[in-house]
Nanobody, 125 residues
Framework: QVQLVESGGGLVQAGGSLRLSCAAS????????MGWFRQAPGKEREFVAA????????SYAESVKGRFTISRDNANNTVFLQMNSLKPEDTAVFYC??????????????????WGQGTQVTVSS
């Protein structure tokens, strides 16, 4: 059972930056594609970004392209989400997830196998 723990969330003003981290309990995570999702109050969970196991492929939601960057440090079993130029509409609980299947990075939450507990990001206007 892979355990994922997110950190780095908090309260920031619009235009500010945050860096989220997702630490995995096992080194096996370095062979998995990883994703970030978010869920705002009253809304469905949505895809934010994903990265392949070797970091050669990434995918972003249109709403965060050019502002967010996903990366990973396989030596330390950690995935990051650098968030710049934050907007109030980015306010949500952010979750990292692991996809145990091989192949292309995925954007559907149902295709991910393990999830973290989430970290709150609040952007004030």
């Amino acid at each position: 059972q892979v355990q994922l723990v997110e950190s780095g969330g908090g309260l920031v003003q619009a235009g500010g930056s945050l860096r989220l981290s997702c630490a995995a309990s096992e080194a096996m995570i370095r062979r998995y594609n990883m994703g970030w999702f978010r869920q705002a109050p009253g809304k469905e969970r949505e895809f934010v970004a994903a990265i392949s196991w070797n970091a050669r492929s990434t995918s972003y939601a249109e709403s965060v392209k050019g502002r967010f960057t996903i990366s990973r440090d396989n030596a330390n079993n950690t995935v990051f989400l650098q968030m710049n130029s934050l907007k109030p509409e980015d306010t949500a609980v952010f979750y990292c997830a692991a996809d145990l299947s091989a192949g292309r990075v995925r954007t559907r939450g149902a295709e991910y196998d393990y999830w973290g507990q989430g970290t709150q990001v609040t952007v004030s206007s």
